[in-house]
């Protein structure tokens, strides 16, 4: 959502496009104030500048509305500031739902959330079955917001050192919200004794491994030229792996 | 001068850039990416570490119900049934409930939120692990940067949201890593727009230089935008990257880009 892909390779038919307002950022109304300061002494973010009296850096307001409740002469209002666009949209794969948030801001779990909620209406107004969400990057709001309320978790990790820590962080996050984990590797055969760790990991710690995945100079080509679907020793894969997946899922 | 490297897109090499740059510089290394820090499996050193908190309420017995708290909360971060209940998970310690709580009965007490770890090695690398279940990296990176002088590379988070702005905010130079993929590109202009609204110098590093798109570089040329550095694309990066080792075959690529920037 922060850094949206999958539109790029799905060229979906655009049916229709939102403006999202779900973030509220302070605004400080010159003329009743009175040059007091509080606002000033109370915000924990930083959010309160003085250039020639006070006023609001939209980029480290968080919103929370401390300096708009304790304002002596109500000169702080809360106002509606556009959080991303939504997308709804039809591929030849069925529906597709995304958003783009606006850069820099915050609230992305919140946006997550309602494309969520978009796709679940979908999904129950056209009886399917099943729905798939391409998470962000990390284990902090945005992840924590996809991985609510869902089944099962697909944790794709590569085969370095960091992917195996990430991976682990990322299966700890997703038990802690009693999600079951299903663990990929992609590029196994970069290092296959880390590959070979992570596959023990998850046998140690009862987690479903899906498969392994090669690095496929194709897979990258057709990547970046947009050759969708992928058909190449990797997109097979993928395939077999997405079966084993089903097979957990139904 | 503080340098960070950020990406919109993750996978792009901002560790790649970012440990190896500092490392061939020798300037301190901050690795802002709590959530998934990486740039210690890359720098060795002696290790040492402490546990990092924020602020979050706690009702008091004298608690009389009075719903003052569930009012200023913009977070839902408590409910009131009797007396008040708060969801710490929620909080963005903002302070407005135990402040606004006519009873004094909120006392704000610390929660661990994650470590801060500090190696001394051939340089010094400063990172934050986020506590797993954390919503918010912002706090922890706000307490990892309070360690920072004036010359330092910052390793920030993948994307173009909070964290990211965190990371980049305190920064005199923003290092965007792209690599030729329509993907980057995109991810590369959003990440443009960021940086530009925040007022900062900027250029880009091409990873994987030599995949057949060529986007990247003619976004660039056509914006007025400075390619610093390219990086090859090669087998054997991203093998070295897998076992953690740092690039000593580009030792002078990374010295020519930090002389470029600094």
Same mark, same amino acid.
């Given at each position: 959502?922060?850094?949206?892909? !999958?539109?790029?390779?799905?060229?979906?038919?655009i049916?229709?496009?939102?403006e999202?307002?779900?973030?509220?950022?302070?605004?400080?109304?010159?003329?009743?104030?009175?040059?007091?300061?509080?606002?000033?002494?109370?915000?924990?973010?930083n959010?309160?500048?003085?250039?020639?009296?006070?006023?609001?850096d939209?980029?480290?307001? =968080?919103?929370?509305?401390?300096?708009?409740?304790?304002?002596?002469?109500k000169?702080? =209002?809360?106002r509606?500031?556009?959080?991303?666009?939504?997308?709804?949209s039809?591929t030849? *794969?069925?529906?597709?739902?995304?958003?783009?948030?606006k850069?820099?801001?915050?609230?992305?779990?919140?946006?997550?959330a309602?494309?969520?909620?978009?796709?679940?209406?979908l999904?129950?107004?056209?009886?399917?079955?099943?729905?798939?969400i391409?998470?962000?990057?990390?284990?902090?709001?945005?992840?924590?917001?996809?991985?609510?309320?869902?089944?099962?978790?697909?944790?794709?990790?590569?085969?370095?050192?960091?992917?195996?820590?990430?991976?682990?962080?990322?299966? =700890?996050?997703?038990k802690?919200?009693r999600?079951?984990?299903?663990?990929?590797?992609?590029?196994?055969?970069?290092?296959?004794?880390?590959?070979?760790?992570?596959?023990?990991?998850?046998?140690?710690?009862?987690?479903?491994?899906?498969?392994?995945?090669?690095f496929? =100079?194709?897979?990258?080509e057709? *990547?970046?030229?947009?050759?969708?679907?992928?058909?190449c !020793?990797?997109?097979?894969?993928?395939?077999?792996?997405?079966?084993?997946?089903?097979?957990?899922?139904? | 001068?503080?340098?960070?490297?950020?990406?919109?897109?993750?996978?792009?090499?901002k560790?790649?850039v970012?440990?190896?740059?500092?490392?061939?510089?020798?300037?301190?290394?901050?690795?802002l990416?709590?959530?998934e820090?990486?740039?210690?499996?890359?720098i060795?050193?002696?290790?040492?570490?402490?546990?990092?908190?924020?602020?979050?309420?706690?009702?008091?017995?004298?608690?009389?119900?009075?719903?003052?708290?569930?009012?200023?909360?913009?977070?839902?971060?408590?409910?009131?049934?009797?007396?008040?209940?708060?969801?710490?998970?929620?909080?963005?310690?903002?302070?407005?409930?135990?402040?606004?709580?006519?009873?004094?009965?909120?006392?704000?007490?610390?929660?661990?939120?994650?470590?801060?770890?500090?190696?001394n090695?051939?340089?010094?690398?400063?990172?934050?692990?986020?506590a797993?279940?954390?919503a918010?990296?912002?706090?922890?990176?706000?307490?990892?940067?309070?360690?920072?002088?004036?010359?330092?590379?910052?390793?920030?988070?993948?994307?173009?949201?909070?964290?990211?702005?965190?990371?980049?905010?305190?920064?005199?130079?923003?290092?965007?890593?792209?690599?030729?993929?329509?993907?980057?590109?995109?991810?590369?202009k959003?990440?443009?727009?960021?940086?530009?609204?925040?007022?900062?110098?900027?250029?880009?590093?091409?990873?994987?230089?030599?995949?057949?798109?060529?986007?990247?570089?003619k976004?660039?040329?056509?914006n007025g935008?400075?390619?610093?550095?390219?990086?090859?694309?090669?087998?054997?990066?991203?093998?070295?990257?897998?076992?953690?080792?740092?690039?000593?075959?580009?030792?002078?690529?990374?010295?020519?880009?930090?002389?470029?920037?600094?």
């Amino acid at each position: 959502m922060d850094a949206p892909n !999958l539109h790029i390779l799905l060229q979906p038919e655009i049916l229709k496009r939102e403006e999202v307002y779900i973030s509220r950022k302070a605004y400080i109304v010159r003329d009743k104030c009175s040059l007091c300061g509080l606002c000033y002494d109370l915000c924990r973010f930083n959010a309160i500048k003085i250039n020639d009296g006070y006023e609001i850096d939209e980029t480290r307001c =968080e919103g929370c509305g401390f300096c708009f409740n304790a304002c002596p002469e109500k000169a702080i =209002e809360m106002r509606e500031v556009k959080t991303g666009d939504l997308f709804i949209s039809k591929t030849e *794969f069925g529906y597709f739902v995304h958003a783009l948030l606006k850069p820099g801001e915050e609230n992305s779990g919140r946006l997550v959330a309602e494309v969520k909620n978009r796709a679940k209406d979908l999904a129950e107004e056209n009886k399917a079955k099943l729905i798939l969400i391409d998470a962000p990057a990390g284990i902090g709001c945005p992840v924590i917001a996809s991985l609510s309320g869902v089944d099962f978790a697909i944790v794709v990790t590569e085969p370095t050192l960091s992917g195996l820590r990430d991976m682990v962080r990322v299966v =700890e996050l997703a038990k802690h919200f009693r999600v079951k984990p299903l663990v990929v590797i992609n590029k196994f055969d970069l290092n296959e004794e880390i590959s070979a760790k992570i596959e023990d990991y998850c046998k140690k710690n009862d987690i479903e491994f899906l498969g392994k995945i090669p690095f496929d =100079e194709k897979l990258i080509e057709q *990547f970046s030229a947009l050759k969708f679907p992928f058909d190449c !020793l990797a997109s097979e894969k993928i395939l077999e792996c997405w079966d084993k997946a089903k097979s957990c899922i139904f | 001068m503080r340098i960070a490297v950020a990406s919109g897109k993750g996978g792009t090499g901002k560790t790649t850039v970012a440990v190896n740059l500092a490392y061939f510089n020798s300037v301190d290394l901050f690795d802002l990416d709590v959530e998934e820090p990486n740039d210690h499996i890359f720098i060795k050193g002696e290790r040492s570490e402490r546990k990092a908190y924020r602020k979050v309420p706690m009702v008091k017995d004298n608690c009389n119900g009075c719903r003052v708290c569930k009012e200023v909360c913009n977070y839902s971060a408590i409910f009131v049934i009797d007396k008040a209940y708060v969801f710490p998970e929620l909080c963005h310690s903002c302070g407005a409930c135990s402040y606004f709580c006519p009873e004094n009965a909120i006392e704000e007490v610390d929660r661990e939120i994650g470590k801060i770890i500090t190696v001394n090695g051939d340089i010094t690398l400063i990172y934050g692990e986020l506590a797993i279940g954390e919503a918010s990296p912002v706090f922890l990176i706000k307490q990892v940067k309070d360690s920072m002088g004036k010359t330092a590379i910052i390793d920030c988070p993948p994307g173009n949201s909070c964290p990211m702005v965190e990371s980049v905010v305190d920064s005199d130079y923003v290092l965007l890593v792209a690599e030729p993929t329509p993907f980057s590109l995109h991810d590369l202009k959003l990440a443009v727009q960021v940086v530009s609204e925040l007022k900062k110098d900027f250029g880009v590093v091409i990873n994987k230089y030599g995949l057949p798109f060529n986007g990247v570089e003619k976004y660039c040329k056509e914006n007025g935008i400075e390619i610093i550095g390219k990086i090859p694309f090669k087998a054997e990066i991203a093998k070295a990257y897998s076992r953690g080792e740092l690039l000593y075959d580009l030792k002078g690529l990374f010295k020519e880009i930090y002389e470029v920037i600094a």
